[in-house]
């Protein structure tokens, strides 16, 4: 064996008669470890990969006993190889596993270049010997990279909808992407629309990433959004809520309504108004709408004049019965 060469059954730690078995199953164990999604070293784990592919391959293991390489083209006599082929067994299926074949040119070179790792974590999840991001040139493609923008909408853009001009600087390109995005009417807080391709740029020729917008809807002096549904306070008086009254309250398209609050209404009591909240985006049926919820806010008067102090002893004096059960 020359000097240079690597020791491949040293690698593996297995004798220079230990059978096929032998050296898979020592394979397999130092593979698991060493793997670098196990937090091993990729160097040593393409020195595992490399002893493998030769002492797992009866031709190749017979000129590497005897000359030390089981390159064709290094050996003294000169010999030509007419291409080789050797089994990869997934060694993260444990026994039974799949078994993928390569073939490798004349010399017995192999793939020069390819990252074997990467070649594992393919096989791994399914996507064959060498997914479907390679390209034979030793490098891997790679998508670019996800952009995520957030896009400030007001209220009322929010609920009718509205086109907002977005200018994102990717990195990797040299001048700004301007892009026209329409906003739905119904858009709730955090909603999430994606472009496709509108991200960085991918490496080795792989796809460019995705661009995220994230609409934030901003407060609004009086109204709220709870997905579908419209919020709104209503302040009323003490004898509002004891007589009972009909109020005109906003609604967020515009316009007004008529509410009636029945005598005797309670402070946090909420009326539903059905069909006057915000289009809702996650219904099929594009006439399906949110309700417009009022709640009510008994406001308890701090500074009364005389004419109201008397009202209320009034009142006070012809309510006999008592409000606390002791």
Do not use: C
């Amino acid at each position: 064996m020359a000097a240079s060469a690597p020791d491949y059954y040293k690698t593996l730690g297995v004798s220079r008669t230990a059978s096929q078995d032998e050296i898979k199953k020592a394979f397999r164990k130092l593979a698991r470890t060493h793997h670098p999604d196990a937090g091993g070293d990729e160097a040593k784990f393409k020195e595992i990969n490399e002893a493998y592919e030769i002492l797992s391959d009866e031709k190749k293991k017979a000129l590497y006993d005897q000359y030390g390489t089981a390159n064709e083209n290094q050996i003294p006599w000169g010999g030509q190889g007419g291409g080789s082929g050797f089994s990869y067994e997934d060694i993260f299926g444990g026994g039974g596993g799949n078994t993928y074949t390569y073939t490798s040119g004349g010399g017995g070179g192999g793939f020069g270049g390819i990252d074997w790792s990467d070649i594992l974590e393919s096989i791994r999840h399914g996507e064959g010997a060498f997914g479907s991001d390679w390209d034979f040139g030793g490098s891997r493609s790679q998508k670019g990279q996800d952009m995520s923008v957030q896009l400030d909408v007001t209220f009322d853009e929010a609920f009718n909808g509205t086109t907002k001009r977005v200018t994102v600087r990717i990195p990797g390109k040299s001048e700004s992407d301007t892009i026209d995005v329409k906003v739905p009417a119904g858009a709730r807080e955090g909603g999430r629309l994606r472009f496709k391709g509108r991200g960085g740029p991918g490496e080795n020729g792989g796809e460019a990433g995705d661009l995220l917008i994230t609409t934030h809807i901003t407060e609004h002096p009086y109204f709220k959004r709870d997905k579908a549904d419209v919020l709104v306070d209503l302040p009323i008086n003490v004898a509002e809520a004891a007589l009972g009254a009909t109020i005109v309250v906003p609604t967020p398209d515009g316009k007004k309504v008529r509410v009636k609050i029945p005598a005797g209404t309670q402070d946090g009591k909420v009326l539903t108004v059905k069909g006057k909240g915000a289009r809702d985006i996650k219904s099929k049926d594009k006439e399906a709408y949110g309700n417009l919820k009022i709640r009510v806010q008994v406001n308890v008067p701090t500074d009364m004049n005389d004419e109201q102090k008397e009202a209320m002893e009034a009142f006070l004096a012809a309510t006999p019965e008592a409000v606390r059960p002791w």
